[in-house]
């Protein structure tokens, strides 16, 4: 694979000079005119006839070289730590940014910088996942998912999209150079002190310093050491200084790991090249997750209709077993499913929530992310066989900075059933 992170930039930031010489990025969306018919299921059976595949790219996590390269006027696309917010100031709050059922602050997952060369307003643009991090709570929101034609369902999974024209109140309209130079135009809100993610529009009452995006997160803090260290701000002002994290960094307990997300076509992979003998253990490895357990997987779906669709999605992703996520914005776009059972239909896809324009499958995340957050396997840890993301189709400019979009929730047979 080449230099994926000089690639991966290289893909999402075009020279001024050569913008109207220049063929269409891979890393781009396609005009929002042909984005997206992969509303449904995307299974389909041996008698329909075949369409021509869409090119798939692949993200890939890799361990960032340098923090300051994700930063948000980079323009990073990233998983874990904490979000690189395209709007620094107008971020999501309220209702938004809890979980629909414990009502926790959700926890971030990674954000996509995926800009649409051919729609002005999506100059710059960046889808953002967050997940709350209890098994519970996505096995309800697995179940809740179809119950959207019923009203707005509780969600636990959310992914919300930010974009910007060139000419904005926050980054240079020039391209970043990547030498240092590059800085934002303004600072951006401030956000909590415990988790790093949310605007802090709570303050502490007694230092009038530290801020919070909820009262579990103060209390989490106060009791982790904001207790002793609110007396030093109250009596020294230049203390905050020093107790208070970085910009951009918290404790890396309160977050998931950080990686910079390179890229690669799917095509690059050549499916002679993974053994079958060995497909099943180089599918969706995880941690403390024994080899019988992807046999029993396999010999539950034996004589079953979803051993066809497990058999392809097994096939695919074992082309490059460390694939964490799936891109695609094109016409004929379409999921990978790894079961039959549980997919859409396209009556099941809603419109979009701002302009009513219909919404189409643009990336899908892969149970190999949990790999690399650490998620460890015991029976209450987070788990899923795909997190299917659809966004509106025309990528539409309403009044708001951050819209939140459409995620579909499929679970393996084994977790669907825990109590």
């Known amino acids: 694979m080449e230099s994926n992170a000089e690639k991966l930039r290289g893909l999402t930031i075009t020279s001024l000079d050569e913008e109207d010489d220049e063929p269409e990025l ?11 018919g992969g509303g449904g299921a995307g299974y389909e059976d041996d008698d329909e006839e075949e369409e021509e595949e869409a090119e798939v790219t692949l993200g890939f996590l890799e ?14 696309s990233k998983a874990g730590g904490i979000p690189a917010w395209l709007d620094p100031v107008n971020l999501p709050s309220g209702n938004s940014r809890c979980c ?29 996942m967050f997940m709350c991090p209890s098994m519970a709570c996505l096995l309800r929101d697995q179940h809740d998912q179809w119950k959207h034609r019923q009203g707005n369902p509780c969600r636990s999974v959310k992914v919300f999209r930010c974009q910007l024209p060139r000419s904005n109140a926050f980054y240079s ?4 150079k990547h030498n240092d130079s590059d800085k934002p135009l303004c600072p951006g809100a401030p956000v909590c002190h415990w988790c790093g993610t949310w605007k802090g529009d709570k303050i502490c009452s007694s230092c009038k310093k530290a801020r919070y995006c909820s009262e579990k997160h103060q209390t989490l803090h106060w009791r982790s050491g ?32 950080e990686y910079e997300i390179a890229i690669d076509y799917e095509g690059a992979f050549d499916s002679d090249s993974c053994d079958e003998s060995n497909s099943k253990s180089l599918v969706m490895q995880r941690p403390g997750k024994p080899d019988d357990m992807m046999q029993s997987w396999m010999d539950q779906f034996e004589a079953d209709a979803d051993n066809k669709c497990w058999a392809s999605f097994q096939e695919r992703v074992s082309r490059a077993p460390k694939q964490v996520l799936r891109y695609c914005r094109e016409e004929n776009a379409k999921p990978l499913w790894a079961l039959s059972a549980g997919c859409p239909s396209n009556a099941d896809i ?11 499958y643009e ?14 396997n015991e029976p209450d840890s987070l788990d899923w066989a795909t997190i299917v993301v659809y966004t509106c189709k025309g990528s539409c400019d309403q009044n708001v900075s951050y819209k939140e ?11 669907t059933t825990r109590s």
């Not at 361990?63 to 990073?76: A, M, Q, S, T």
């Open 405 to 415: 979009e459409f995620a579909w929730v499929q679970l393996y047979p084994t977790t």
């Open 26 to 36: 891979p890393h781009r969306s396609p005009p929002a005119s042909g984005g997206g």
């Open 350 to 360: 809603p419109s979009c929530s701002y302009c009513r324009g219909p919404l189409c």
């Open 226 to 257: 904001h207790k002793s260290d609110c007396l030093q701000l109250i009596s020294s002002s230049e203390a905050s200084s020093s107790i208070f994290p970085a910009v951009g960094k918290v404790p890396a307990s309160k977050s998931w790991p």
């Open 63 to 76: 361990k960032p070289k340098h923090p300051g390269l994700l930063l948000r006027h980079l323009f990073p």
């Open 363 to 376: 990336f899908q995340i892969m149970p190999q992310l949990l790999y690399y957050f650490g998620v460890k």
């Open 100 to 128: 629909g059922f414990c009502g926790e602050p959700l926890q971030f997952v990674l954000q996509i910088y995926a800009p649409i060369e051919d729609n002005a307003a999506s100059f710059h643009r960046t889808l953002f």
């Open 173 to 176: 309209s020039e391209p970043p």
